[in-house]
């Protein structure tokens, strides 16, 4: 039997998002999430925000995910990150993760931010397999549903 997340790990790629990635952005964005961002959210931090830059992982030229990282002086923040359901499960948010995680540090940050759902714990999971700390609670933060925030924090 073939290990497909061995497979995947063959034809993987990252790519930086333009504005004519708007749009699969926020298709991977709808796909993952029950509360997405609009499209016009994707293009103001593009075509407006200098701190922010948007990293595609494609799997055989298809995009499968992406992440969003804000950063500002030497602190990075995860904005977004997310895999297509039909590709989960692969290890490509690890993979995608650890990619922006170097590109922050290239980029001079010192640390890494996000939030996280506190019922998200495959999530969770992945980010203390990565170094990520618990650091406190947002309480309400997400919209939908008014579920708490877990916010983590990693030195690069």
Known sequence: MIDRSM???????????TMD???????????????????EAFYNDIAHNRFA???????????????????ILDEAHITNIAILPEFRGSKLGEKLLCKM????????????????????HIAKSLYKKLGFQEGGIRRGYYSDNKEDAL???VNL
Not at 21 to 39: G, K, Q, T
Not at 53 to 71: L, T
């Open 7 to 17: 497979e995947l790990t063959k034809n993987i790629s990252f790519r930086l998002a």
């Open 21 to 39: 990635d708007i749009h699969n952005l926020h298709y991977i964005e709808s796909r993952s999430f029950s509360a997405p961002w609009p499209e």
């Open 53 to 71: 830059s948007y990293v595609f992982i494609e799997v055989d030229d298809v995009q499968a995910g992406y992440c969003g990282v804000w950063i």
């Open 101 to 120: 995680m170097c590109l922050a540090k290239d980029a001079g940050a010192k640390t890494m931010t996000l939030e996280v759902r506190v019922s998200n």
């Open 151 to 153: 916010v983590m924090w």
